[in-house]
């Protein structure tokens, strides 16, 4: 008999070699006909695998993350075989699933995927998945392994097989197609009942420019056609919400070929939205002890073979800049946390002077690939709200607490208030990922937990997701439409105040390292305004957006008194502007509307008369007539509630 803990965290004793559905079913049938993947002692297992060791067992569902990840990967098997039955000539490479799918990368030779080829592949997904065809894992050798592949003339298998070892070599095999794959899938086809190509694009072999380009090719497929339907309506929904469209809109911000991809133009009215971000933290930062300095776009390249960051981002980073001087070189900042390390360092402090916060809006610099670069969310050039504290370990958890608390007061003052918490450790089978000892990390790590816990946040742990110098608390924020996006962070680091031989002196004057937390509530300013218009579909809180009202004269023969309003407004500091336009009125409450201005401000000659003004709000509630002093009131009671 074997020891096994379930879900629920019982312990319950099953023969050895029971497979891992039939504990499943032992729980109850109906609970495991929704059981679609499992994972034995945190590792990916098939539903149909058997299990001879004592261990924790855990079943997923469609509900569970782990779950749409294997149903995912499952289907891009699906997608693959279709693909090769209608593009005989193809070559498969590699086909995960993602965060909403999946996608499988395809050289098609002289062949040409296009939109108008989705239908017909999406009806052979279908007829294959009805067919009901099992998910099977099996170990292959690894002369077989490559033999297989280059009877199929596939070489980027074979590459893939020969960076592997013999005996961790496994093939995945549905209806008659096979496929080199690691595992993790659904019991059957028959549980996937829709799917939709999304759309196409190219991507490096191995994401390398030197390399042949391919087709990538996007899918997602749920369990229900309804849950189909769902999705696509949010994708037009998002599209009427993206970023990118509302930015250019409201005059934000702009990207340029000849400046160069994933580097943001900030025009003015997106320079003040910045600024005012900027300014609310600092403000939350100096209450909470924080100091700000400030640090260089470059840095030499000892700087970060000294953090480390080099050693495990210097593909990502961009070329070494080359100085006049033999052998120097300098790089783009790819993180602020070194150069704050130095700040630490050219003092001395006791244990008396500690917790010392640092605070920097740092602009720093990688190397995304041009395929990955989104807008806002994923550029090459962005700004950290980053902070690091230098403490005592005596300190660490009081300070981390105090960190999560600044960062749901940012979520809370910008109605973000969908979240949870992530909290991303090592993955102890794959070490040399990280950086720093092992007592380090496990300290690391319980103090994470310990603070997530006395806060009382709604948390899941996540093996491998961890920086390499420190486990971390990554916060995901569920917009509108529901998508998780990952913001703010908090990490705990004991290991670069090693590298930078960082000190203070304690209480029996020994010379003692302190512990380091990164942070950064926003993440960037760049994600963060992202998903901030997004989520509220360009409708900023009133103490952000970048014009309060605007005046709206009935014609230019009240332009003098909308003139003295606006003057009034702008010294009671309530931002606006004046639309002097030769237009109709309802002209210029569209255009107000679209540039989502929350207050509209009519003046005619009943108003001129009486010294009022009639108030509109976006979305056509009508105020009345009201004396400036009164609209003065209801913005500022307005931002009270806000902030």
Same mark, same amino acid.
């Given at each position: 008999?074997?020891?096994?803990?379930?879900? *629920?965290?019982?312990?319950? #004793?099953?023969?050895?070699?029971?497979?891992?559905?039939?504990?499943?079913?032992?729980?109850?049938?109906?609970?495991?006909?929704?059981?679609?993947?499992?994972?034995?002692?945190?590792?990916?297992?098939?539903?149909?695998?058997?299990?001879?060791?004592?261990?924790?067992?855990?079943?997923?569902?469609?509900?569970?993350?782990? %779950?749409?990840?294997?149903?995912?990967?499952?289907?891009?098997?699906?997608?693959?075989?279709?693909?090769?039955?209608?593009?005989?000539?193809?070559?498969?490479?590699?086909? +995960?699933?993602?965060?909403?799918?999946?996608?499988?990368?395809? *050289?098609?030779? *002289?062949?040409?995927?296009?939109?108008?080829?989705?239908?017909?592949?999406?009806? =052979?997904?279908?007829?294959?998945?009805?067919?009901?065809?099992?998910?099977?894992?099996?170990?292959?050798?690894?002369?077989?392994?490559?033999?297989?592949?280059?009877?199929?003339?596939?070489?980027?298998?074979?590459?893939?097989?020969?960076?592997?070892?013999?005996?961790?070599?496994?093939?995945?095999?549905?209806?008659?197609?096979?496929?080199?794959?690691?595992?993790?899938?659904?019991?059957?086809?028959?549980?996937?009942?829709?799917?939709?190509?999304?759309?196409?694009?190219?991507?490096?072999?191995?994401?390398?420019?030197?390399?042949?380009?391919?087709?990538?090719?996007?899918?997602?497929?749920?369990?229900?056609?309804?849950?189909?339907?769902?999705?696509?309506?949010?994708?037009?929904?998002?599209?009427? =919400?993206?970023?990118?469209?509302?930015?250019?809109?409201?005059?934000?911000?702009?990207?340029?070929?000849?400046?160069?991809? %994933?580097?943001?133009?900030?025009?003015?009215?997106?320079?003040?939205?910045?600024?005012?971000?900027?300014?609310?933290? !600092?403000?939350?930062?100096?209450?909470?002890?924080?100091?700000?300095?400030?640090?260089?776009?470059?840095?030499? !390249?000892?700087?970060?073979?000294?953090?480390?960051?080099?050693?495990?981002?210097?593909?990502?980073?961009?070329?070494?800049?080359?100085?006049?001087?033999?052998?120097?070189?300098?790089?783009?900042?790819?993180?602020?946390?070194?150069?704050?390390? #130095?700040?630490?360092?050219?003092?001395?402090?006791?244990? !008396?002077?500690? +917790?010392?916060?640092?605070?920097?809006?740092?602009?720093?610099?990688?190397?995304?690939?041009?395929?990955?670069?989104?807008?806002?969310?994923?550029?090459?050039?962005?700004?950290?709200?980053?902070?690091?504290?230098?403490?005592?370990?005596?300190?660490?958890? #009081?300070?981390?607490?105090?960190?999560?608390?600044?960062?749901?007061?940012?979520?809370?003052?910008?109605?973000?208030?969908?979240?949870?918490?992530?909290?991303?450790?090592?993955?102890?089978? *794959?070490?040399?990922?990280?950086?720093?000892?092992?007592?380090?990390?496990?300290?690391?790590?319980?103090?994470?937990?310990?603070?997530?816990?006395?806060?009382?946040?709604?948390?899941?742990?996540?093996?491998?997701?961890?920086?390499?110098?420190?486990?971390?608390?990554?916060?995901?924020?569920?917009?509108?439409?529901?998508?998780?996006?990952?913001?703010?962070?908090?990490?705990?680091?004991?290991?670069?105040?090693? =590298?930078?031989?960082?000190?203070?002196?304690?209480?029996?004057?020994?010379?003692?390292? +302190?512990?380091?937390?990164?942070?950064?509530?926003?993440?960037?300013?760049?994600?963060?305004?992202?998903?901030?218009?997004?989520?509220?579909?360009?409708?900023?809180?009133?103490?952000?957006? +970048?014009?309060?009202?605007?005046?709206?004269?009935?014609?230019?023969?009240?332009?003098?008194?909308?003139?003295?309003?606006?003057?009034?407004?702008?010294?009671?500091?309530? =931002?606006?502007?004046?639309?002097?336009?030769?237009?109709?009125?309802?002209?210029?409450?569209?255009?107000?509307?679209?540039?989502?201005?929350?207050?509209?401000?009519?003046?005619?000659?009943?108003?001129?008369?009486?010294?009022?003004?009639?108030?509109?709000?976006?979305?056509?509630?009508?105020?009345?007539?009201?004396?400036?002093?009164?609209?003065?009131?209801?913005?500022?009671?307005?931002?009270?509630?806000?902030?």
């Amino acid at each position: 008999m074997i020891s096994i803990s379930l879900n *629920d965290g019982s312990i319950k #004793e099953f023969p050895k070699g029971s497979l891992a559905i039939e504990i499943a079913k032992n729980i109850s049938e109906g609970f495991a006909r929704n059981v679609i993947s499992a994972s034995f002692n945190n590792q990916t297992i098939e539903i149909n695998s058997k299990i001879n060791d004592d261990g924790k067992l855990e079943f997923y569902t469609w509900d569970d993350d782990l %779950g749409k990840k294997a149903f995912w990967h499952s289907t891009s098997h699906v997608m693959a075989q279709s693909i090769k039955e209608l593009f005989p000539d193809s070559k498969l490479t590699i086909g +995960p699933a993602i965060n909403n799918g999946f996608y499988y990368d395809i *050289d098609l030779n *002289d062949q040409k995927i296009s939109e108008s080829d989705f239908e017909k592949i999406e009806a =052979r997904m279908l007829h294959i998945c009805r067919e009901k065809h099992d998910f099977t894992i099996r170990s292959v050798p690894k002369k077989d392994a490559i033999k297989f592949y280059e009877n199929e003339n596939n070489k980027y298998k074979v590459e893939l097989i020969e960076d592997l070892k013999d005996g961790e070599i496994t093939f995945c095999d549905h209806s008659n197609f096979t496929d080199l794959c690691k595992g993790g899938h659904i019991p059957n086809t028959s549980i996937i009942k829709a799917v939709k190509i999304l759309n196409i694009s190219g991507a490096f072999w191995r994401a390398n420019q030197n390399n042949k380009q391919l087709t990538r090719v996007y899918g997602i497929s749920f369990p229900k056609q309804k849950l189909l339907n769902e999705y696509l309506e949010n994708i037009e929904k998002a599209k009427q =919400r993206d970023h990118r469209k509302i930015g250019k809109r409201l005059k934000l911000f702009s990207f340029s070929n000849k400046v160069g991809l %994933g580097l943001p133009l900030w025009h003015p009215k997106g320079v003040d939205l910045r600024e005012r971000l900027v300014n609310f933290l !600092k403000k939350a930062q100096k209450k909470a002890g924080y100091q700000t300095v400030i640090t260089p776009h470059i840095g030499n !390249k000892e700087l970060y073979i000294t953090s480390g960051h080099y050693e495990k981002y210097g593909e990502d980073s961009f070329h070494p800049i080359k100085t006049p001087k033999e052998n120097e070189e300098f790089f783009l900042k790819p993180m602020n946390c070194p150069h704050h390390c #130095e700040i630490y360092n050219s003092e001395k402090f006791s244990y !008396k002077d500690l +917790p010392i916060r640092y605070a920097e809006f740092g602009t720093v610099y990688r190397y995304e690939q041009s395929g990955e670069l989104h807008g806002l969310t994923r550029v090459r050039g962005f700004t950290q709200d980053d902070a690091h504290i230098f403490c005592t370990e005596e300190q660490l958890e #009081e300070e981390f607490k105090n960190v999560i608390d600044l960062t749901l007061y940012v979520f809370k003052s910008l109605g973000l208030n969908d979240y949870s918490a992530q909290i991303s450790i090592r993955d102890p089978k *794959d070490m040399h990922k990280y950086i720093g000892s092992i007592d380090a990390w496990e300290k690391s790590e319980k103090a994470i937990i310990k603070s997530v816990k006395e806060k009382k946040l709604d948390y899941k742990i996540v093996e491998g997701e961890a920086a390499f110098y420190g486990p971390k608390l990554d916060f995901m924020v569920s917009d509108a439409l529901g998508r998780k996006w990952q913001l703010g962070t908090i990490q705990v680091d004991y290991n670069l105040p090693e =590298r930078f031989n960082l000190t203070y002196i304690d209480k029996n004057n020994n010379s003692v390292k +302190p512990v380091m937390i990164h942070r950064a509530p926003f993440g960037s300013l760049e994600r963060f305004i992202a998903i901030l218009l997004e989520n509220t579909a360009g409708n900023l809180p009133l103490w952000l957006t +970048p014009n309060q009202f605007i005046i709206l004269p009935i014609s230019d023969k009240y332009e003098k008194y909308c003139q003295n309003v606006l003057n009034l407004l702008e010294n009671n500091e309530i =931002r606006g502007l004046l639309d002097s336009r030769s237009e109709t009125i309802g002209k210029k409450i569209r255009d107000a509307e679209l540039d989502k201005i929350p207050f509209m401000i009519v003046i005619g000659e009943q108003e001129l008369d009486k010294n009022e003004i009639s108030l509109r709000s976006q979305g056509g509630k009508d105020y009345g007539k009201m004396k400036i002093n009164d609209f003065v009131k209801i913005i500022k009671d307005k931002i009270k509630i806000e902030v």
